[in-house]
């Protein structure tokens, strides 16, 4: 339980004599137990307990209770298994397809924020390291819904006031979010530049250039770029002829010749039709160059294996990896099926989670320089020196049980 404040609530003077004995006939008056701060605890919806017992390794937080199950006709209920009254409550949504159809999954998760507000909470963080819908973002014919802006608001309606996710398809997606509710965005930049580095065999900054799928990407890849300090490239659809089949193009300052490694970025891994363009291109222009591919997303719908399967025996890609923002176990598995074991591999983006949700449980930012320029092989002084609720128990019996001021 969280730390509490014992204290009397009469205060008149009309019952002193009373108080002296001990109360009226002699018995002692009960304390009234007063909770400080608002106890946080985490929720992992089904999918997501990978991610969630990652994350609350750094920050050594209760899990909730909560169960879910299906009727017969199809409906689903959902229930919180503890008391989450005036406690500061995050919920951990990963995407897993393996599990749940995603609008199962999105439903199943507005009716257990639904039963969570209505249990009291003192604030509801919904985690959503990949949002859902986020390519469906504008109206490009007429009739068409924004998908992105209402779920946003479905969830909202259901009782969250916080959203939390990771690299959105679009960063102007950040003005859907609803009224009285924040939204903060995360970058896993750093970590997928560090994973780069270590991985990407002979990595150079003179030899090794990254590539933008397109030039709606651009200003993504010209990030990694300048975080891998490497030279830049970028592949674009030109159209010799009006209303003609567009053609793909090299758009590179060197000759194929210093080139020895691509590193392809994208946002999300789908289907893969994309990537597969891209890499045929870069084969095209520079045949002696490998190919990686990196994202931050990685779905790999349909047949999206085969795909890659096709890229690593034709184009010398050596491998795709993208971050644990969607759970991968159904796509690792179709991975080493198809005889491609080792060609996916994922980023660990837990710390990153970690550390913003400690962060908005002590009210600071998540969006300052400091928070997001610490890398995955940087010390973050939040997560070091903040004590947790059942450590700051231990604690407050200590002459001064105060933790050290932090910088956040």
């Not at 924020?113 to 249990?119: D, F, I, K, N, T």
Request: hydrophobic content about 40%.
């Amino acid at each position: 339980p969280p730390p509490f404040l014992i204290m009397d609530t009469d205060s008149s003077s009309d019952f002193d004599d009373d108080a002296d004995n001990g109360g009226p006939g002699g018995e002692q008056a009960p304390a009234v137990r007063i909770p400080l701060g608002h106890r946080p605890v985490v929720f992992a919806l089904p999918g997501s307990d990978l991610l969630a017992s990652k994350a609350l390794s750094y920050l050594g937080w209760q899990r909730g209770l909560c169960s879910f199950s299906t009727f017969g006709n199809g409906e689903i209920t959902a229930k919180v298994e503890e008391t989450v009254t005036n406690h500061d409550v995050f919920v951990f949504f990963t995407r897993d397809d393996s599990q749940a159809e995603v609008n199962f999954a999105l439903m199943r998760l507005m009716l257990f924020v639904g039963a969570l507000r209505g249990e009291s909470p003192h604030r509801l963080t919904i985690v959503l390291p990949c949002l859902d819908y986020a390519r469906q973002d504008r109206r490009l014919a007429a009739g068409e819904g924004i998908a992105a802006k209402l779920l946003l608001r479905c969830i909202k309606t259901a009782g969250a006031d916080r959203l939390l996710t990771v690299d959105l398809h679009n960063e102007a997606e950040v003005a859907f979010t609803p009224d009285n509710t924040v939204l903060d965005e995360l970058s896993a930049q750093k970590y997928v530049a560090d994973f780069l580095r270590a991985n990407v065999p002979d990595f150079s900054v003179e030899t090794t250039f990254v590539c933008a799928t397109s030039g709606g990407g651009m200003a993504l890849t010209r990030r990694m770029a300048t975080e891998l300090g490497t030279a830049f490239m970028m592949v674009d659809r030109i159209r010799l002829k009006a209303g003609g089949k567009g053609e793909l193009k090299i758009m590179s300052s060197v000759g194929e010749e210093k080139i020895h490694s691509v590193v392809v970025v994208d946002d999300m891994f789908d289907t893969c039709g994309s990537l597969s363009e891209v890499c045929r291109a870069l084969h095209s222009f520079a045949p002696r160059a490998r190919l990686y591919a990196v994202a931050t997303h990685g779905f790999f719908s349909t047949s999206a294996h085969t795909v890659i399967a096709d890229l690593v025996r034709d184009c010398n890609l050596q491998w795709v990896a993208v971050t644990n923002s969607v759970a991968l176990s159904g796509p690792l598995e179709r991975f080493r099926v198809a005889g491609l074991e080792g060609k996916l591999k994922v980023v660990d983006i837990s710390r990153l989670l970690a550390g913003a949700l400690m962060r908005i449980y002590l009210g600071a930012s998540v969006n300052v320089p400091k928070f997001r320029e610490i890398g995955p092989g940087d010390a973050d002084p939040v997560l070091q020196n903040v004590l947790s609720p059942r450590i700051s128990l231990e604690r407050r019996h200590t002459e001064d049980p105060r933790p050290p001021p932090l910088v956040l």
